[in-house]
């Protein structure tokens, strides 16, 4: 908490994301966008954190964020994601997709492609609540019930899922190349595969009874087969996608709607979730397993394993310490990355050491040295 | 059809009357005195447009405007600026709610209370800055007009804040109730340091044109270290005076300052202060000063004389620099009971005619009067948002300082002012989260409020309802929840989302509009011969019971999978208890039946005879009601008869069946 550094905007935040770094480079992230939503105007907004800011920083200013620029947005941002270095994809309440460019030399962003109301409903848009992006393949999930595959410096559609879901899809990534996951309002989790034709999942795996709404997703970014999703009660699950169709763990985490989760992208033990209860939390999950203490930090992260999935694998130290099967072998510790505070944190991102989210409370918090 | 909505500026300006509380706004392109005007209320805006009434005597109507106008109240809840200081406090207010369970002891409570005083006063200042370093920036004249008379705004606020936080919140004793009164002028006249930076930065800060004047005011603010060092300078260049100076320096050096965690008692304290006092009277008695009259100005205001305090007004600017530094040098032990006394006098010495006391000057008087409903009320009118004075009012209620005041109206000031604020705060198409806490807070009025407000939220995006929904259910106000989930769910049946209608209405427990959802799933049904939305149709666990509809709709699905999984038996139980434990809706019963006629038709017997019984006394219910029609025979009665027909002799061979099979186990 002593790292954290808040901005006041003047803006609801709806999300935030670094700037991918070269992977080969030690380097740390050091610019992020951010959306706002629910503003007469809304606007799509780059920052700085890094030394190389707009104006000679003082001692104190370090690691507070200045604007680089910022463009209006055709309704609420409900989605970004960096396409590359230079191109960011937005996802609009609107149903529009727009690919916006940030012009390093003169410090502007211009819209370099729009594909105007690509979810709607017969008579109407419909918002466009998720986007993805496997350059040059982007896919988008809508209020709508479809998905659909754009490529970059393509102006038609690529391929489009009508009927996806019957209810609303609320977020979307990639599993593979040509595989997406969706989550949606009824709860489930479902695999599609574009290779296949017709608008049938490949898989749907969901809670049995319960039909408590999914609103974010990601997956593991070493084992693909593990998954985690944030629900509308705050639970999070942790799923096995190639065994079973019912979650692996599920684990209190908030009190409210999960609304992102986050797998650290180089270190996977660590997770971060953010809630509309005001909350970010940090989850560390030890791999190993003989240490003796039992560590449960921060508040009751309860851990309750779902019996009836025995899963016989063979190489434990290939095993995932999300999927360490007797959870209490395993520990988790978590920790409040926040300090209170009581409007939504709807968006969290996390690159190396760096930690971005952005809160109901037009307040953007970045740290810079989370412990990973 | 021409109406168009126009956003008017609304040019707000603490009343320069204080028995003004009427403000004109004048709506560009009215002529009032040509045409009558009419308004209506709205919850944070007015909207005022043109009637149609003619005035008697005017010959030609003139041009009439073809405008609504809006008139917004609170302009300053639109400024991108001020809404970080409504953010930013609204963290602090909700962390002063919480306190009671928190802090325990009264001692930590009050210190808390200062804490968090301080806090707010931190976010206003925070904020000027901003404001300040924003106006630089601008081009437009205009804006920057509005940045300037937003900061004075933010400045008198700020002044006021402080000086209540002094008398009231902390409650200074006789004593250090001067040093705070020291330190509330010393921060809010600044611009000494500024000025004194330049002197002490020059080549030679004693010849510096602006010298004596930064050494007066250091004395004037009782900095008495301050104007010591920079005395030396002086004293430095004019080896000839330094006897002079040396007696200054002395007679400033011995000054009394109550320590008030020392051991020294305020009577203690007095007597030394009166003989310091004397010592001063003494060098200006035997003209100790006289050839140097910079430094007999300094004495004669270290005696307190008034006249030469007043000859100094450029230097005091305000009544209330004049009132402190007077208490200063004269009344050092000035009781809180007595500070009225002075300030009045103050005032009027200060003043002296030349002005007439504006609002600011009212307000802190009140202050010194120790009437904090005169300053809430004369804020109220004075300011142009509800922030300070809600805010304030919070604070000092938390102080327990407002018990014995009661409205006639509302619940007590400080509900109503917070409700005040936080209505304003819902009329903002962004802030109105903000506002739901405040209501909260509210204990009499506040869920009434919030209740009439929530419904009004535009909603533009399921997360943006999700959002709203959320605040109603954690404050069970189901009434609400209702509602907004059957918006959502009209809305989604309006663009053909059955799933998403159907989900929402689950939501809302709402079981008239599931069953009306289930009647079209079926109805689709029947059109197309498919289900749609089987993902969800599928999973609807327990749900199901919420309608009898949607109890049949998921168990005739069920049926078809059963079927599509060759289960016959269990298909045909099921099917033929829809029926008979009357889930199925009469009408529906035809089509329950042809969907039996392939199992009737398959190789193997699947209805026993006994259900095959109950299968033709649900046919004959379904067709002994109907009066047969004798003439014409429409097409559709056609069908129907034929399927009948098919249907009997189905039942009848599969009863033919079932007789002769049951009969061949039993044997």
């Known amino acids: 908490m002593d790292y954290i550094n808040a901005k006041f905007v003047?803006?609801?935040?709806?999300?935030?994301?670094?700037?991918?770094?070269?992977?080969?480079?030690?380097?740390?992230?050091?610019?992020?966008?951010?959306?706002?939503?629910?503003?007469?105007?809304?606007?799509?907004?780059?920052?700085?954190?890094?030394?190389?800011?707009?104006?000679?920083m003082e001692e104190d200013m370090e690691g507070d964020p200045q604007l680089l620029c910022d463009i209006r947005h055709k309704g609420d941002v409900l989605d970004l994601s960096f396409l590359d270095q230079e191109r960011i994809v937005t996802a609009s309440s609107t149903g529009a997709v727009t690919i916006f460019r940030h012009h390093p030399n003169s410090q502007t962003l211009s819209v370099s492609q729009l594909w105007d109301r690509a979810h709607h409903y017969p008579?109407?848009?419909?918002?466009?609540?998720?986007?993805?992006?496997?350059?040059?393949?982007?896919?988008?999930?809508?209020?709508?019930?479809?998905?659909?595959?754009?490529?970059?410096?393509?102006?038609?559609?690529?391929?489009?899922?009508?009927?996806?879901?019957?209810?609303?899809?609320?977020?979307?990534?990639?599993?593979?190349?040509?595989?997406?996951?969706?989550?949606?309002?009824?709860?489930?989790?479902?695999?599609?595969?574009?290779?296949?034709?017709?608008?049938?999942?490949?898989?749907?795996?969901?809670?049995?009874?319960?039909?408590?709404?999914?609103?974010?997703?990601?997956?593991?970014?070493?084992?693909?087969?593990?998954?985690?999703?944030?629900?509308?009660?705050?639970?999070?699950?942790?799923?096995?996608?190639?065994?079973?169709?019912?979650?692996?763990?599920?684990?209190?985490?908030h009190s409210a709607e999960m609304w992102e989760v986050h797998f650290h992208p180089s270190n996977p033990d660590h997770l971060f979730t953010c809630s509309e209860d005001g909350s970010l939390l940090h989850w560390e999950s030890c791999t190993n397993s003989d240490a003796p203490s039992f560590l449960q930090g921060g508040r009751n992260a309860s851990v309750i394993s779902r019996g009836g999935v025995p899963q016989a694998i063979g190489n434990q130290s290939l095993t995932s310490s999300w999927l360490s099967g007797d959870s209490s072998k395993g520990h988790l510790e978590t920790t409040h990355m926040l300090p209170s505070q009581t409007l939504s944190v709807n968006s969290l991102d996390v690159l190396g050491q760096c930690l971005v989210c952005g809160t109901d409370g037009e307040a953007i918090y970045v740290n810079r040295h989370v412990p990973v | 059809e021409r109406k168009c909505d126009f956003y008017s500026s609304h040019f707000s300006c603490i009343c320069q009357d204080r028995s003004l509380l009427v403000a004109t706004q004048l709506i560009p392109g009215i002529d009032s005195s040509q045409r009558h005007l009419g308004f209506v209320w709205g919850p944070g805006d007015l909207l005022a447009y043109e009637t149609q009434y003619k005035p008697t005597g005017a010959q030609h109507a003139a041009q009439s405007c073809p405008f609504v106008h809006v008139v917004r109240k609170d302009e300053d809840i639109y400024s991108p600026i001020l809404r970080k200081l409504f953010n930013e406090s609204h963290h602090i207010f909700v962390g002063l709610q919480n306190m009671k369970d928190d802090v325990p002891s009264k001692n930590k409570k009050h210190q808390y209370v200062t804490h968090v005083s301080k806090n707010y006063r931190s976010v206003i200042r925070a904020c000027m800055e901003e404001l300040q370093r924003t106006a630089s920036d601008i081009i437009p004249r205009w804006f920057e007009c509005m940045f300037i008379r937003q900061v004075s705004i933010l400045l008198a606020v700020e002044l006021i804040w402080n000086l209540c936080e002094v008398l009231f919140i902390e409650a200074a004793p006789a004593g250090s109730l001067l040093l705070h009164l020291l330190d509330w002028v010393r921060l809010h006249k600044a611009d000494v340091d500024e000025k004194a930076q330049e002197v002490l930065q020059s080549e030679c800060p004693a010849e510096h044109q602006a010298y004596w004047d930064v050494t007066v005011c250091y004395i004037l603010q009782g900095r008495i270290d301050e104007a010591r060092q920079i005395l030396l300078k002086q004293a430095s260049q004019q080896p000839a005076a330094r006897v002079t100076f040396k007696l200054m320096d002395s007679l400033l050096m011995k000054m009394p300052i109550y320590n008030p965690g020392g051991t020294q008692t305020l009577t203690e304290f007095d007597v030394k202060w009166r003989r310091w006092h004397q010592e001063c009277d003494r060098c200006l008695q035997d003209n100790s000063f006289a050839s140097h009259p910079h430094l007999e100005l300094i004495c004669k205001i270290l005696v307190g004389d008034e006249d030469t305090l007043l000859e100094q007004r450029e230097h005091l600017s305000t009544w209330y620099h004049f009132l402190v530094t007077r208490l200063l040098y004269c009344h050092p032990t000035v009781k809180p009971t007595e500070l009225h006394y002075y300030a009045q006098a103050s005032m009027d010495m200060f003043l002296d005619g030349r002005s007439a006391p504006e609002p600011l000057d009212s307000i802190l008087l009140a202050a010194f009067e120790f009437d904090i409903h005169q300053v809430i009320k004369d804020c109220s009118i004075a300011l142009n948002n509800w922030w300070f004075v809600a805010h304030l009012t919070d604070l000092l209620d938390h102080c327990k300082l407002l018990q014995s005041h009661n409205l006639h109206f509302g619940s007590n000031l400080r509900e109503f002012l917070l409700l005040e604020y936080a209505s304003g705060l819902f009329t903002h198409h962004s802030l109105w989260q903000l506002a739901v806490d405040y209501f909260d807070h509210c204990p009499e009025f506040g869920r009434v409020y919030l209740e009439l407000q929530i419904e009004r939220v535009p909603l533009d995006t399921e997360r943006k309802a999700l959002k709203v929904l959320r605040i109603c259910e954690q404050r069970q106000m189901a009434e609400q929840v209702r509602s907004i989930c059957k918006i959502m769910a009209k809305k989604a049946l309006r663009n053909n989302r059955l799933g998403s209608a159907l989900s929402w209405s689950i939501r809302a427990k709402d079981a008239a509009f599931a069953t009306l959802i289930s009647e079209r799933f079926l109805q689709d049904y029947c059109t197309h011969g498919t289900f749609s939305d089987l993902d969800l149709i599928d999973n609807l666990g327990s749900a199901m019971l919420l309608s009898d509809r949607l109890t049949f709709l998921g168990k005739y699905r069920e049926f078809h999978k059963l079927y599509a999984e060759k289960q016959f038996a269990e298909a045909a139980r099921l099917l033929l208890s829809l029926m008979t434990a009357k889930i199925a809706p009469r009408s529906f019963w035809m089509t329950l039946l042809t969907d039996a006629l392939p199992l009737l038709e398959q190789k193997q017997v699947i209805f026993s005879a006994d259900q095959t019984y109950e299968l033709m006394h649900c046919l004959e219910?379904?067709?002994?009601?109907?009066?047969?029609?004798?003439?014409?025979?429409?097409?559709?009665?056609?069908?129907?008869?034929?399927?009948?027909?098919?249907?009997?002799?189905?039942?009848?061979?599969?009863?033919?069946?079932?007789?002769?099979?049951?009969?061949?186990?039993?044997?």
């Open chain 2, 621 to 667: 219910e379904l067709t002994t009601g109907k009066v047969a029609p004798e003439t014409e025979l429409s097409m559709q009665d056609n069908i129907e008869a034929t399927k009948i027909e098919l249907l009997r002799l189905a039942l009848a061979r599969n009863l033919a069946l079932a007789i002769v099979k049951e009969g061949t186990l039993e044997a």
């Open chain 1, 123 to 253: 008579c109407d848009s419909a918002p466009c609540t998720g986007v993805v992006c496997n350059s040059p393949e982007i896919v988008t999930v809508g209020e709508d019930g479809r998905i659909i595959l754009f490529r970059v410096d393509h102006k038609s559609i690529l391929r489009t899922i009508e009927n996806a879901d019957s209810s609303t899809i609320h977020a979307v990534t990639f599993l593979r190349t040509t595989e997406v996951l969706t989550v949606n309002s009824i709860g489930q989790l479902k695999l599609w595969d574009f290779r296949q034709q017709g608008n049938d999942p490949v898989q749907i795996l969901y809670l049995t009874g319960d039909r408590v709404p999914l609103h974010s997703v990601d997956r593991h970014p070493n084992q693909q087969h593990i998954v985690a999703t944030g629900g509308q009660d705050g639970m999070l699950c942790i799923w096995d996608v190639r065994h079973g169709s019912i979650p692996f763990s599920l684990m209190e985490a």
């Open chain 1, 10 to 56: 003047s803006q609801k935040i709806s999300k935030t994301r670094w700037r991918p770094v070269s992977s080969s480079s030690l380097q740390q992230p050091d610019i992020f966008a951010t959306g706002s939503w629910d503003n007469e105007e809304n606007k799509l907004s780059l920052w700085s954190v890094g030394e190389l800011g707009l104006s000679s």
